[in-house]
């Protein structure tokens, strides 16, 4: 081969190695750069972060509720804290006229459970509540007696007698509006040796002998078992008391306080409450 010829040859195959010396780097800036683009792509996407409805519900409240809720609370808010361990539930029970005065008063409140609507009219027109009352139960009036029924109680005319000893709660209590709406309803003048802030002390008289009968509700002598016998009378439909729940404005933690509303009227709620003889809303 001439030196002309050999020359040329040396100068082609240079050029064949630059140029897949070029492909080769090409192909590892392309490699370089899809990586890079890879690992941008990875740090710009933020972590999931756990929503409001995942998140663990959490604080303390107190519901002031009716006296004739105290056993079906007691249970229901033991419930609740099982489900929201991060919470505790404080309960006050009295006469749902006294609670009213409370909660209009200040007294630290997260929720208001009444036995009656008039009740809690007074709290929603005093713009203390957090949303709408939510109506959970219904009542009704039944007799209760002590065990045996000494005095031979039979219906509600039989509790107008002069020589019976009868307890009834104060008309400004639920139980006692109830009271006096079936008088009128029915006709039958009472007239009790006392009346009672709340339905528990009614029931409190009759338990202790202290009473020969007293008007409460009928799941006041189921709470009660043996200690009361329970008359029923038909006259009772004419009085059936709902009862409404709702959070409170002032509340430090709403959403356990909605929270807790919420459950009364759940279905796990409302067996509870119809077990006890609660009706239906």
């Known amino acids: 081969m001439s030196r002309s010829a050999r020359a040329a040859r040396s100068a082609q195959n240079a050029r064949a190695i630059r140029a897949t010396a070029l492909v080769a780097s090409l192909g590892l800036a392309v490699f370089a750069l899809a990586g890079c683009a890879a690992s941008t792509s ?5 972590a999931a972060t756990p929503t409001a409805s995942t998140a663990a519900l959490s604080g303390d409240v107190t519901v002031f509720a009716a006296a004739s809720l105290k056993a079906t609370f007691t249970e229901l808010a033991a419930d609740f804290k099982a489900d929201n361990p991060g919470t505790t539930v404080a309960l006050n029970f009295a006469g749902s006229s006294d609670l009213v005065t409370q909660i209009t008063e200040g007294a630290p409140a997260d929720v208001f459970a009444s036995a009656d609507t ?32 000494p005095a031979g109680i039979t219906d509600l005319a039989s509790l107008a007698e002069t020589d019976v000893k009868l307890v009834v709660c104060a008309p400004a209590v639920p139980c006692g509006a109830a ?103």
């Open 42 to 46: 990875a740090e710009s996407t933020p």
């Open 118 to 149: 008039k009740n809690m009219t007074k709290v929603t027109a005093a713009s203390l509540n957090e949303g709408e009352p939510v109506d959970f139960a219904t009542n009704v009036l039944e007799i209760a007696v002590p065990r045996g029924n």
């Open 179 to 281: 009271t006096v709406a079936v008088e009128t309803a029915s006709g039958v003048a009472l007239t009790p040796v006392s009346e009672e802030s709340s339905v528990t002390d009614v029931l409190g008289k009759v338990t202790s002998g202290e009473a020969d009968a007293g008007l409460v509700y009928v799941t006041d002598v189921s709470t009660a078992g043996d200690a009361v016998e329970g008359i029923p009378f038909d006259e009772s439909s004419e009085a059936v008391n709902t009862y409404p729940i709702v959070a409170l404005k002032d509340s430090d933690s709403v959403d356990v306080a909605q929270a807790f509303v919420d459950y009364i009227a759940s279905d796990a709620g409302q067996d509870v409450l119809q077990a006890a003889g609660f009706g239906a809303p």
